[in-house]
C-alpha cells in the first residue's frame, strides 16, 4: 500500500509541473515571438517486476521515482501577422535576429523593434540588434530592410546586412525570459543561417495553439483528480489496516 500511495504521489508531481508548463505557455499565447516549452521526465531507481508464476522471467519495470529531465523548446514557427510598421520584422523559414546587452549575446524570433534615442534599432526590452559583423544595427531616414536583411539608406545603397542565425539543434536552446534564447553545447553554436526570408512590416506571433493547450490542462487536471483519489483510498485502507491491528490487542 506504501507504494501506491508514492506512485500516486509521483504522478501527481508530473502532472502538477505540465499542468504549471501548460499555464505558462497559455500565458504567453499573445507574447510575440513566443516558442512553448515542452517538459520531458525521466524514471530513476527502477526495478523489474516479475510474474507471480515465473520468478525468472521479468514482465516490466517498476521505477521508484520520476523526475523532469529538461524542458525543450518547440521551434514550430508562429503565424506571421502585417503590422505595417516598417520596424517590424520577421523570418520566414529558420533563424534568429541577435541581439545584445552589455557583453550578453542572445538569440529570437521576436522582431518587433524600435528605435532607441541614438537610432539604434532595440528589441522591446532595449536589446540593440546586430548585424552579420556583430555591429549594432543603426537606421537614419529613409532606411529599409530587404528579404536578404540588407539594410539600405533612402538611395538604395547597402549600409549594412541584419545578422540572421540557425543551430544544430533549436530544441535544445536555452530559453532566457520569455523570448530569447541562449545555445548550449546539444543545440551548437550560432551559424549564419542560409533558408530566410525577412518580411518587412510582419511580426511572427506566439506558436502556442491556446485549444490545444486548454485540452491539455483540463486532460491534467482530471488525472491530477484521480491521482489525488488513489492517495486518498490508500490512506482510507491504511487507517483501515492499523484500527484492526489495534483491536487484535
Same mark, same amino acid.
Given at each position: 500500500?506504501?507504494?501506491?500511495?508514492?506512485?500516486?504521489?509521483?504522478?501527481?508531481?508530473?502532472?502538477? &509541473?505540465?499542468?504549471?508548463?501548460?499555464?505558462?505557455?497559455?500565458?504567453?499565447? =499573445?507574447?510575440?515571438?513566443?516558442? $512553448?516549452?515542452?517538459?520531458?521526465?525521466?524514471?530513476?531507481?527502477?526495478?523489474?517486476?516479475?510474474?507471480?508464476? +515465473?520468478?525468472?522471467?521479468?514482465?516490466?519495470?517498476?521505477? !521508484?521515482?520520476?523526475?523532469? =529531465?529538461?524542458?525543450?523548446?518547440?521551434?514550430?514557427?508562429?503565424?506571421?501577422?502585417?503590422?505595417?510598421? &516598417?520596424?517590424?520584422?520577421?523570418?520566414?523559414?529558420? *533563424?534568429?535576429?541577435?541581439?545584445?546587452?552589455?557583453?550578453? @549575446?542572445? !538569440?529570437?524570433?521576436?522582431?518587433?523593434?524600435?528605435?532607441?534615442?541614438?537610432?539604434?534599432?532595440? +528589441?522591446?526590452?532595449?536589446?540593440?540588434?546586430?548585424?552579420?559583423? *556583430?555591429?549594432?544595427?543603426? &537606421?537614419?531616414?529613409?532606411?529599409?530592410?530587404?528579404?536578404? *536583411?540588407?539594410?539600405?539608406?533612402?538611395?538604395?545603397?547597402?549600409?549594412?546586412?541584419?545578422?540572421? !542565425?540557425?543551430?544544430?539543434?533549436?530544441?535544445?536552446?536555452? $530559453?532566457?525570459?520569455?523570448?530569447?534564447?541562449?545555445?548550449? =553545447?546539444?543545440?551548437?553554436?550560432?551559424?549564419?543561417?542560409? +533558408?530566410?526570408?525577412?518580411?518587412?512590416? !510582419? @511580426?511572427?506571433?506566439?506558436?502556442?495553439?491556446?485549444?490545444?493547450?486548454?485540452?491539455?490542462?483540463?486532460?491534467?487536471?482530471?488525472?491530477?483528480?484521480?491521482?489525488?483519489?488513489? @492517495?486518498?483510498?490508500? =490512506?482510507?485502507? &491504511?487507517? $483501515?489496516?492499523?484500527?484492526? @491491528?489495534?483491536?487484535?490487542?
Amino acid at each position: 500500500m506504501v507504494r501506491g500511495i508514492y506512485t500516486a504521489a509521483m504522478g501527481m508531481l508530473i502532472d502538477w &509541473f505540465k499542468l504549471d508548463s501548460t499555464a505558462n505557455n497559455l500565458a504567453n499565447v =499573445d507574447t510575440i515571438g513566443y516558442k $512553448k516549452d515542452i517538459p520531458t521526465f525521466s524514471a530513476h531507481q527502477e526495478r523489474q517486476v516479475y510474474s507471480s508464476l +515465473n520468478r525468472r522471467t521479468p514482465i516490466g519495470s517498476l521505477p !521508484y521515482s520520476s523526475v523532469v =529531465d529538461r524542458v525543450y523548446v518547440d521551434p514550430t514557427e508562429g503565424t506571421l501577422q502585417y503590422t505595417g510598421n &516598417f520596424l517590424d520584422l520577421a523570418i520566414e523559414g529558420s *533563424g534568429y535576429f541577435a541581439v545584445q546587452r552589455d557583453d550578453e @549575446v542572445y !538569440y529570437t524570433r521576436a522582431g518587433n523593434f524600435k528605435l532607441d534615442a541614438e537610432g539604434f534599432v532595440v +528589441n522591446a526590452d532595449g536589446f540593440r540588434l546586430l548585424d552579420e559583423n *556583430g555591429e549594432p544595427v543603426r &537606421f537614419e531616414e529613409g532606411y529599409s530592410v530587404d528579404e536578404r *536583411g540588407f539594410v539600405r539608406d533612402s538611395l538604395g545603397n547597402v549600409v549594412s546586412r541584419i545578422g540572421v !542565425y540557425s543551430f544544430a539543434s533549436e530544441r535544445d536552446l536555452r $530559453k532566457v525570459g520569455y523570448t530569447l534564447f541562449t545555445p548550449t =553545447d546539444e543545440s551548437g553554436p550560432a551559424v549564419a543561417a542560409e +533558408n530566410f526570408r525577412i518580411l518587412t512590416g !510582419y @511580426v511572427e506571433l506566439s506558436n502556442v495553439n491556446a485549444l490545444t493547450e486548454m485540452v491539455k490542462m483540463v486532460e491534467l487536471q482530471r488525472h491530477f483528480e484521480i491521482a489525488q483519489k488513489v @492517495v486518498l483510498a490508500e =490512506d482510507e485502507m &491504511f487507517s $483501515k489496516l492499523f484500527s484492526q @491491528v489495534a483491536s487484535l490487542k
